[in-house]
């Protein structure tokens, strides 16, 4: 079956430490992107990727880093620079730019 | 830059009846796509339907319709016959631009009454 996995569905950090959330998919995307939602919130974009080995910010990218070395996967690291990173993050695909957008089943992060 | 507004924050309907959610938008694109997605308790983001800005018919999908009116930004949704499982946050959204980024409105929660 293809899809979008993103693992783990629950992760715990200490504050401080930089962690990584992991996001494949199999549907032969060109694009990827990575969204945080808050409570009351809608989705906020964090990153996007057109093409592997390029990537650029979106509108939250403070805190973040990403990396697209292989066209299926778009790991996302969230780094101690990151103020609250505390959040459900959901990670996406799409076929070509402008298409509908594919989402992976999300990650809740909780920093303490 | 575009913005997406969901005003209403939660809605109610009586199982079997017709709801309709709705959603404005602003953007300076002349070609845009919308869409709506539904996220149940599960927080699985699903695609519900889409609307590409330069096509005049609604789009629908079985029981989802939306009322694209592209003069006053509007882009509503409609639910038919709703069912139990359609209770979920559901969020308007628009694409547009060569990065085709997604913005998405704040989402409005959807409850069916049985």
């Known amino acids: 079956d293809g899809g979008i996995t993103q693992s783990p569905k629950y992760l715990f950090r200490k504050e401080g430490q930089n962690v990584t959330l992991s996001c494949e998919q199999n549907l032969n995307h060109d694009a990827m992107y990575w969204y945080r939602q808050d409570p009351g919130q809608g989705l906020r974009l964090i990153y996007y990727?057109?093409?592997?080995?390029?990537?650029q910010k979106g509108d939250i990218a403070e805190g973040y880093s990403v990396s697209r070395e292989k066209k299926e996967s778009f790991p996302l690291t969230v780094t101690s620079a990151q103020k609250n990173p505390t959040a459900f993050y959901l990670c996406?695909?799409?076929?070509?730019?402008?298409?509908?957008?594919?989402f992976g089943p999300g990650t809740r992060l909780t920093v303490t | 830059a575009q913005t997406v507004t969901q005003s209403q924050p939660e809605m109610s309907v009586q199982e079997a009846e017709t709801v309709t959610l709705s959603c404005t938008y602003d953007t300076s694109e002349s070609d845009y796509y919308l869409f709506w997605y539904k996220q149940p308790p599960s927080r699985q983001m699903i695609l519900v339907i889409r609307q590409e800005a330069y096509k005049q018919q609604n789009a629908t999908e079985n029981r989802f319709s939306v009322n694209f009116q592209k003069a006053a930004k509007s882009f509503s949704l409609k639910i038919s016959d709703s069912q139990l499982g359609d209770a979920a946050m559901y969020f308007c959204?628009?694409?547009?631009?060569?990065?085709?980024?997604?913005?998405f409105g704040k989402g409005i929660t959807l409850s069916v009454r049985p």
């Open positions: 959204a628009s694409s547009s631009g060569a990065n085709s980024k997604l913005t």
């Open positions: 990727s057109q093409i592997v080995n390029d990537f």
């Open positions: 996406a695909s799409s076929i070509v730019p402008a298409y509908e957008q594919y």
